[in-house]
Structure formats: C-alpha cells, structure tokens
C-alpha cells in the first residue's frame, strides 16, 4: 500500500520569501512522485515529477523538489513566493508499473502575505 | 494544447435524484480515470479504465455509481440516486497506455452540490 503525508494544511510566507511544502511518502516498492498544483474550483496542474532520474527535479513556474529516500521525503520548493503562487498544492504517489493510480495527500494550502 | 474535457462544470441535483458526468480524454490516451475530491481532501480514485475495460472500480460505491466507456474514447460516470455524501469535485484525468507513462493529464472537474 502507499500513502502520503502533507505537514502543514495551511502554509503562509511573505512575498519574495523562501516557499517550503513538506510531503513524506510511504510506499512498499520503488515510488513515482508527484507535486500538482490546484486553483479554485479548477483541476490538477501537473508541477514536477520524479520517475527514477535525477532526485532533484526542476518543474514549472519556478519550483523544484528533491527526492530523498533515506528520509522518505519529496518536499516542494521555490526560492522567491509570488502572489499568483497561492493554490492548492498536492502531493502523490504511484507505484513504478504505469498507468496506475495516484494516491494523493490531503494537500496544502498556499497563501501569500504582501 | 490538448485538454481534458469535463461537463457540466457545475451541478446542483437534489437529494434522491439522478446525475451525470462526461468526460473526453485527450485524443490517443488509452487511460481514463475518474476521481473524486471532497472539500479539505485530496482526491480518489473511484474507476479507471483501459480503453473500453475498467481495470479498478474497487472504491466505486457501485450500489449508487456506475461508469461507462463504451468505446474507448469519452466516459459517463452516473449516481443514482444522488445522496447528500456525494457533493464533492468529480475530476477526470487521462494517460497513453504503457507501462513507462506514469503522467496523467485532468480535466477541470465538475463541482456536484446535493441538496
């Protein structure tokens, strides 16, 4: 089975300040990674992935994520928040066969303070 | 750029009552899947397809919901009858098949109120 835990439902920084969304995973068998983002009353917008490659892994709109296994991590990263970075951010977890389900977090909210 | 398409965005349906949901992947992706979201949550899986076959529908309440692709292309997921519990965002997301795609791209869901 595989699941994914999101610290913090409610996370605030100031614009142009450090973003920093904590997601730890657990999984049985070599995990697949996902970070989507998700504006209001919209669908899931594919951030980055980590499929096996390189476990630092650039995405869109400046953000990046860093698989740690030994810590059973991928937390989300931006240096500088920008006010169009408030969303909804989830977390998720496939197993690496393809075309298998995600298992998501319970995601974390993104404000950004002026 | 290709997208998924969902419709109705937004559905409002008394309690008792019937309800359903389209969706047309992106054109080639042989995977379909249909997740449900409720409010403060992350979303679950209720039923994927590969082509015209469901391959999981294990979480699908399947007393009340029922989902079809009849030809591999577009999907209906229906409730009936509707019940309080299921107001939440139905999404739909698609995939190529294979066993290295691991992507799957969503639609912009569609927002279920029961009353």
């Known amino acids: 089975a595989q699941s994914v835990t999101q610290l913090g439902s409610h996370v605030s920084v100031s614009e142009g300040a450090l973003v920093l969304l904590r997601c730890n995973y657990s999984?049985?068998?070599?995990?697949?990674l996902f970070w989507y983002v998700q504006y209001p009353n919209q669908g899931l917008q594919l951030l980055l992935k980590?499929?096996?490659?390189?476990?630092l892994v650039k995405g869109i709109n400046g953000f990046e994520a860093e698989f740690k296994k030994s810590e059973t991590s991928f937390h989300l990263t931006k240096p500088s928040a920008h006010m169009s970075d408030a969303a909804e951010y989830f977390c998720?977890?496939?197993?690496?066969?393809?075309?298998?389900?995600?298992?998501f977090g319970t995601g974390t909210r993104l404000t950004i303070i002026p | 750029e290709a997208e998924v398409a969902q419709s109705p965005r937004y559905k409002i349906t008394e309690k008792s009552q019937a309800v359903a949901f389209w969706c047309d992947p992106i054109?080639?992706?042989?995977?379909l899947y249909w997740y449900r979201q409720i409010l403060g949550q992350g979303p679950e899986l209720l039923v994927q397809?590969?082509?015209?076959?469901?391959?999981?529908d294990s979480q699908l309440p399947k007393d009340r919901f029922s989902a079809e692709r009849l030809k591999g292309v577009d999907s209906t997921l229906k409730i009936q009858p509707a019940e309080l519990g299921d107001s939440a965002m139905y999404l739909c997301?698609?995939?190529?098949?294979?066993?290295?795609?691991?992507?799957?791209?969503f639609g912009p869901g569609t927002r279920l109120t029961v009353t």
């Open positions: 997301a698609s995939s190529l098949a294979g066993r290295t795609n691991y992507e799957q791209y």
């Open positions: 999984s049985s068998v070599p995990p697949y």
């Open positions: 980590y499929t096996s490659a390189a476990t």
């Open positions: 998720a977890v496939t197993r690496r066969a393809g075309n298998e389900k995600l298992t």
């Open positions: 054109s080639g992706h042989a995977t």
């Open positions: 397809f590969q082509d015209e076959s469901v391959v999981d």
